[in-house]
């Protein structure tokens, strides 16, 4: 268990210092210190903004390469997926996240990983970041229009969930300039978004190359895909044997707690 120091002014609560792995960090009253499912890991998460769901698991599931493969996270929010592929993968992750107060909490949960060396998050506009061209990219992005549903009052979870930074065609032109030759791309994207997906990502010069689609359970509709892609490669889609999330009881089903407690997905045979 996480010690907590607590610390207050005349205002209340304002910060609590915690030791983790016996590191040292700052946890502020408005989050959440939160335990993941493996590794012994544990993260920072806002208590009323964005929080990861298991389709974070699932992406980094979906991401394969060997230890010392250099990923750019798009969009790395508190960091779960850069966390997760580099002390479970052996990755080298470079998270870029828009928002400030997202980039700095991130940061800290870096830290009380230990994984310093390994991830870097960088707050920028992913528009204007051009620092050096990866492996693989790895993105959970804003999916829905502008144009479409009720936008948040919370800026945190509106930009998480609308296309209020960045759009999928802008997302996928940067993405092409920021892979290197073959480089690999990853995303997990509405399965009512598919069409909008494949177009973008063949107009920029990246081949859908692997899809697997999520269900909720046996009776459900899709939700929720995981797709890779390859740049400037050859058309040739394979797609996966679907995945459901929960059992008939309503339990998770076998695949799904292997996605959490090793960090992959089935195979096709």
Known sequence: MPFVEQRYTDRGLITGLVTVNKVTF???DNETLDTLSLGGLSILQKKSGYRYSFDAYLLASSVSGKPETEILEIGSGCGV???LLAAIKGMLVTGVEIQEEMAEMSRRSVLMANLGERVSIVCSDIKDYHARSFDAIVTNPPYRPISTGR???DQNKAVARHELMIDLDTLMKRSYELLRPSGKFYIVYPAWRLPDLFFSM???GIEPKTMMIVYSNM???AEICLVSGMKDAGKELIIERPFIVYSDKGNYTREMQEVFTDLTLPKSH
């Open 219 to 221: 009776n459900s509709s």
């Open 81 to 83: 997926i850069a966390i």
């Open 26 to 28: 700052s946890k502020k």
């Open 202 to 204: 063949r107009k920029n």
């Open 151 to 153: 936008i948040n009052p």
